[in-house]
């Protein structure tokens, strides 16, 4: 019962997080274009993001016709929840179920976030939809590969898959001082992880309507942008935890508030790349990069082990 509840509380913190963190990014995005942003619900539009919710779960949901009904109405529902589920790997107080394979269960619950994505544009059965979904998920496999690889390194280094060894290691140095490239190709990995400018090709409003997500109005498109900006600050957060010392209270909080500013400025400062060279960015800069320097990490580590039973 005590894990339930704080299950719970986990949960309406992620959500309410979230809700304030749009009103952040369009108070910002406001601000980069010289204009106000949201201003009117409540004391300086701090309401906003509450009275969008209310207005879009209170609309009426249509589906298509020639939809696909059932996986339709699952897809969000899904990506909204593996979104969610992937927190309870993250190590905290107010965390009854952290686990020692955390770092694995992470990795199982971005895999699995593919098949959201895909149900979403082929239920459709829009072409424009399934053509943003297919964009998406040949992005995300694309980044994924690099994305494990850059995560191995720091893992050598603990000799362990629980999120929690990354704050005790990092007591005296953070990682990203010993792997600087590591860190900048992860936040990038990361952009395109959770589709976001530069990156936003499942979203090409130039040549795809609105992609994956053309045909969802309603509670649909509510949950499918719930589980997007939810990915985005565990993403913020586990950048944190393992590059720039994972320590717990207010530091924490500010480093992730920053990760957060830097998601929201990326969208605001850079245009939207060509879908090529998003590819060939991922499968011949990064992936060599990350393997190369994965083997050379494992060989420096096994002369110091070497060095020390000779010793």
Not at 259 to 268: C, E, K
Not at 281 to 308: H, N
Request: with cysteine; glycine share 8%.
């Amino acid at each position: 019962m005590i894990q339930l509840m704080m299950l719970l509380i986990l949960v309406i913190c992620v959500l309410v997080g979230v809700a304030f963190f749009t009103l952040f990014e369009r108070k910002l995005l406001g601000y980069i274009q010289l204009r106000k942003g949201p201003n009117k619900v409540g004391l300086v539009g701090i309401l906003q993001p509450f009275a969008d919710a209310i207005k879009l779960f209170s609309k009426e949901h249509l589906p298509p016709s020639y939809s696909n009904y059932l996986p339709f109405l699952m897809a969000p529902c899904l990506s909204l929840g593996l979104a969610l589920l992937v927190w309870t790997s993250t190590p905290s107080d107010f965390n009854l179920l952290s686990f020692g394979m955390s770092v694995l269960f992470f990795l199982c619950c971005m895999s699995l976030g593919v098949y959201s994505l895909l149900a979403a544009g082929w239920s459709s059965n829009s072409k424009y939809s399934l053509f943003g979904a297919l964009r998406g998920v040949a992005q995300t496999i694309s980044y994924e590969v690099s994305l494990v690889l850059i995560l191995l390194t720091p893992l050598l280094v603990i000799l362990g898959y629980e999120l929690s060894l990354f704050s005790y290691f990092q007591s005296k140095m953070w990682f990203i001082l010993l792997f600087p490239f590591n860190s900048i190709i992860w936040l990038i990995s990361c952009l395109a992880e959770t589709n976001r400018t530069p990156f936003d090709f499942a979203e090409g409003e130039s040549e795809l309507v609105s992609g994956y997500n053309t045909e969802y109005s309603s509670g649909g498109f509510a949950l499918i942008m719930l589980g997007e900006y939810t990915s985005i600050l565990f993403m913020s957060f586990l950048f944190v935890l393992i590059f720039l010392g994972g320590s717990t209270g207010f530091s924490f909080m500010f480093k992730l508030m920053m990760l957060a500013f830097i998601f929201v400025w990326v969208r605001g400062t850079l245009p939207r790349f060509r879908y090529d060279k998003l590819m060939y960015l991922a499968w011949k800069s990064f992936l060599p990069f990350s393997l190369i320097y994965l083997i050379f990490m494992g060989g420096i580590l096994i002369l110091l082990f070497s060095e020390s039973k000779e010793c």
